[in-house]
């Protein structure tokens, strides 16, 4: 059985730091791209960061230079570093594994809330 299972999430004033984790189960997590999407109040979930299978990160350019995303696969877990928070950050936290082989094996966390709010 696959699991994402995300943590680390929590209230914290503007300017703030939270680093979430997202531990992986039931999946070759070393063969995987791992993505950290949110979804704040009333908006559409968008897409954070991706640090592919091989390491190479990218970011939504609303965190660019306040969020880092790293993977430690002997851990089986994927990190989403955030600094410099902002009440925009407020969000739901959803961890996002994906493959693509013929077709593309994706799978879900549960989501960890943030609030950034002084």
């Known amino acids: 059985q696959v699991q994402l299972v995300e943590s680390g999430g929590g209230l914290m004033q503007p300017g703030g730091s939270l680093r979430l984790s997202c531990a992986a189960s039931?999946?070759?997590?070393?063969?995987?791209?791992m993505s950290w999407y949110r979804r704040a109040p009333g908006k559409e979930r968008e897409l954070v960061a991706v640090?592919?299978?091989?390491?190479?990160?990218n970011y939504a350019d609303f965190v660019k230079g306040r969020f880092t995303v790293s993977r430690d696969n002997a851990k089986n877990t994927v990190y989403l570093q955030m600094n410099n928070l902002k009440p925009t950050d407020t969000a739901v936290y959803y961890c996002?594994?994906?493959?693509?082989?013929?077709?593309?094996?994706?799978?879900w966390g549960q989501g960890t809330q943030v609030i950034v709010s002084s």
């Open positions: 039931g999946i070759v997590f070393s063969a995987f791209h």
């Open positions: 640090i592919t299978s091989g390491g190479v990160t």
């Open positions: 996002y594994a994906d493959r693509r082989v013929i077709r593309t094996i994706e799978y």
